[in-house]
């Protein structure tokens, strides 16, 4: 047999491995990051459930705060019309009368002081990859490592074909 005749046969069969290396590759690759996508996804459930939970407690502590802000504010202005009119209809004697009440729902009011609401939200919610999630961790790992390494095997590959 002719040496290029070997040459052609042995170029063959080196095509025929590469192909079906390709196709295991393919394989693997695709087994992988199917694993990858569902381990994607329940990370990003875990994630979403973390977000919404602290959506949820933000709304609960938010929600009771204008509540009470708001009781507060309606007794405020009910006592300051009772005090106009009474100031407008009273004689002077009935406003004696309940005028130790008056002053003193008005000096409660004016002692208590309201709850600041900038520390209520002082910890945005927000999204923002960290090296602390092993999972986005290794899908960068992964991105870095095994993706380029592969690609560079398959291009030496290639390259070694068509020499």
Known sequence: MSKERQNVMSLRKLSAEVSRDH??????????????????????????????????????????????????????????TFAEKIQK????????????QIVSRLQEFSERETEPTNGIYSSKIMFSPSGEDGLLQSIWSF?????????????????????
Do not use: P
């Open 89 to 100: 209809h009273w004689s002077e004697v009935e406003i004696l009368n309940v005028r130790k």
């Open 23 to 80: 196709e295991q590759a393919k394989r693997s690759l695709k087994e992988f990051c199917g694993r990858m996508i569902q381990n994607i996804k329940s990370r990003e459930e875990e994630m979403l459930n973390q977000l919404n939970f602290k959506k949820t407690s933000l709304d609960k502590v938010i929600s009771g705060k204008i509540i009470d802000t708001d009781d507060r504010l309606k007794m405020v202005e009910q006592t300051k």
């Open 143 to 163: 991105k870095n490592k095994y993706l380029m390494r592969n690609t560079t095997n398959v291009l030496l590959a290639v390259t070694a074909m068509k020499q």
